[in-house]
């Protein structure tokens, strides 16, 4: 038996890849291949684009996939989700979708769109947004270069943006946001309920979200005199009590704890102080809490 998981091409393909090997999984594909090898024999891969990734799992073509929450709201796929995984394309974060308008525009408000039109990708979400807030508007779908259309070609626009950089750029300002979205792992309802790919799944989901976890985490060990135990372990935040080991030197123990890289710079050279000696910071691949 086989699971067969497709893959996101194109913006979000590295950084999927990335998480995988972290997860344990290698992955590779030839160029212009849609087919990757994965060094997991009961696992089968297949690339496609985020925005069909849903379709194509709900009606069992695929037993799961990676898409964006986003995309699975925009084509109403009736699917399972088995987590969510705050990763996009520049990173470990979510994205959101905005309406926007040239700077110089009159529309303050989303109620300040009707009548006009709007281009976006996420066309079906859009008009049912525009519904809910009883805006009649007219919603066309946007093939690519979505941030030149205003004025001339649009009003305004619904865009993904994960920095708002393009934006700004585009001398375009932000007047609402209609979704907040994150990459989700989503599943087939009919798989879901097969024991063996339902097994086979959770594991995924547990190393993934291993590996997310470690994204932000780094281990650190250290051996430090006995006396000072007290001192240098106040000074660390760690995920759970530190991990104390007993050397061949009575006098000394060795530390070793899971912390978030960030503070890891400020309180070194305080660990230095305290009387820690060898400190060792090393990355990690998955956290499982």
């Not at 087919?35 to 379709?55: F, K």
């Amino acid at each position: 038996m086989k699971l067969k998981i497709g893959l996101p091409k194109g913006s979000l393909q590295e950084t999927t890849f990335r998480l995988f090997k972290n997860a344990g999984y290698t992955i590779k594909v030839a160029e212009r291949s849609y087919v990757p090898a994965i060094d997991d024999p009961e696992i089968e891969g297949l690339l496609i684009r985020a925005q069909e990734m849903a379709r194509y799992v709900e009606e069992g073509i695929l037993d799961l996939g990676i898409t964006g929450w986003d995309w699975v709201l925009e084509q109403d796929a009736k699917v399972v989700e088995l987590t969510r995984l705050k990763y996009g394309k520049v990173g470990f974060r979510g994205v959101k979708w905005v309406v926007a308008v040239p700077q110089d525009s009159k529309i303050k408000k989303v109620e300040d769109l009707k009548g006009k039109k709007i281009a976006t990708e996420l066309v079906g979400f859009t008009k049912r947004y525009l519904k809910k807030r009883g805006v009649d508007a007219q919603v066309e779908f946007s093939w690519g270069a979505t941030e030149v259309k205003p004025p001339l070609l649009a009003d305004a626009i619904v865009e993904v943006t994960e920095t708002g950089a393009s934006l700004t750029a585009n001398n375009l300002r932000i007047i609402d946001t209609i979704l907040e979205s994150e990459t989700v792992l989503v599943a087939n309802k009919k798989a879901w309920a097969d024991p063996w790919k339902k097994r086979k799944m959770e594991n995924i989901v547990i190393l993934l979200k291993g590996a997310l976890v470690a994204e932000e985490k780094v281990g650190l060990k250290m051996n430090v005199p006995a006396k000072k135990l007290g001192q240098v372990i106040g000074i660390l935040p760690s995920l759970h009590t530190p991990t104390v080991s007993n050397l061949s030197d009575k006098g000394w123990v060795a530390i070793e704890v899971i912390l978030d890289e960030k503070v890891v710079r400020d309180i070194i050279p305080d660990l230095k102080r305290a009387g820690a000696q060898g400190i060792v910071e090393y990355p990690l691949n998955k956290v499982i809490v």
